[in-house]
C-alpha cells in the first residue's frame, strides 16, 4: 500500500510533548498589494529542540489564493547546523534555530501554509487564512 502526501503530513492531532507546528505570526491588519512581514517559529511553548541527533531540517510556505486551483511557494529555507564539527555532534556551538520571516504581497485573500521537517519526527503542517482587510470590506 503506498500513502499519499496527505496521509504522511501530520498536523495539530499528532501534536505530542515536543511541540512541531509552525506557528505563523502575521500583522493584525492586511491590505491587498501591499508587503505582508510575517514569521515562523516552530512550537509555540517551546522551541523544538536543535542538537544534532534532533533538529527542523527545513520549513516551505505555501499560499493557496482563493479559487485558485494550485498554491504558490512562497520559500524554501534549510537549516545546515545543528552543532556538529570534526569532533563529533554537538560539539561546534553553531546551531540555526527553525525560525523565519517572510515578505508576501497579494491582491487575493487566501491561504498560508507551511510545512516543516524534523528528522526524527518527519513532516508538519499547518495553515492560516490570509484575509485582506480591502477584500472584507467589499462583503
Ligand atoms: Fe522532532
Redesign the pocket.
Known sequence: MSLKLKDILKDESNQGK?E?LPVFKLPEKLRKNEQIHGSVTVGLKAP??NTTE???VWMSIYFLPEGADFPYQILRISYDAHGASVKGGDTSGIYSDAELCFTLRTATSGTLYCASY?????LWNTSVPLILEDEEEKE
Open positions: 515536543i512541531h523544538h529542540p534532533h533538529n527542523i524534523c528528522n526524527i519526527h518527519g
